[in-house]
């Protein structure tokens, strides 16, 4: 084998490992994302209501620039999927949240804090029909105690990736915290305030983990090549 072959070889090879090398830098970046969500804001972003579908497309990270914004989204409710949030305090009274699920045209599932259901309390109806929900992006968060909910219908916290084992593929990135909906319910729940507090800042060390991951694996591949070049080079001389 000529000299020129082997460097054609190496040089092809090059293209790839250095393709396959951004390509897995750019899903590292997309986990640093994740990882550091945005911090605590002093207000709610203003501005008209947009379609969620439009905000939060399913399928794709979640950005900064969404959290606190104001969208709109229609569909019918899945109340066999709903869900209790536990650990839930609203003016010091302890409770839950009431999760369900929103089937949007797309067949996303959009994850909808519906209310605030105060210990003792039952849960308000879920509507059946479709519905026009408005309210404020809120991001994903883990749970401080994982084994906090213990019962099937119960989760500790809003966490996509644990949505999607319990609800389905596709669903959107982030939940939306509810302010009207559309035909009004007839028992009208109490709902749950997008304060600024919820948008949280700590880290989500699962996701950098994976993020660092992804950046060693595609050092892994260059210097793989840098190798294979080298042996290339002295095997032809």
Partial sequence: MTLSAVRRRTWALGVLAVAVAVGLCLIGAWQWRVAFPPADAS????????PAQDLLPPGQPL????????VTA????????????????????????Q?????????????????????????????????????RVQPPFLPADRTAATADDAVAAVDTAELVNRWGAPIHPAYVVAET??????????????LPSEVHSSVRLRNLAYAVQWFVFAGFVLLFWVRLARDDVRSSR
Avoid: C, H, I, K
């Fill in 99 to 135: 999760l369900v699920p929103l089937r949007t045209p797309s067949g996303a599932a959009l994850p909808v804090v519906r209310a605030f259901v105060a210990r003792g309390t039952e849960p308000p109806a879920v509507p059946t029909g479709t519905v026009t929900v408005t309210g």
């Fill in 74 to 97: 229609s569909g019918r409710y899945e109340p066999g999927l709903a869900l209790r949030v536990t650990g839930r305090v609203l003016d010091g009274r302890p409770g839950t949240w």
């Fill in 43 to 50: 207000t709610l972003p203003a501005g008209p209501a947009v």
């Fill in 63 to 70: 950005l900064a620039a969404a959290v606190g914004r104001e």
């Fill in 181 to 194: 909906e559309a035909p009004p319910p007839e028992a009208a729940p109490e709902r749950v305030p997008a």
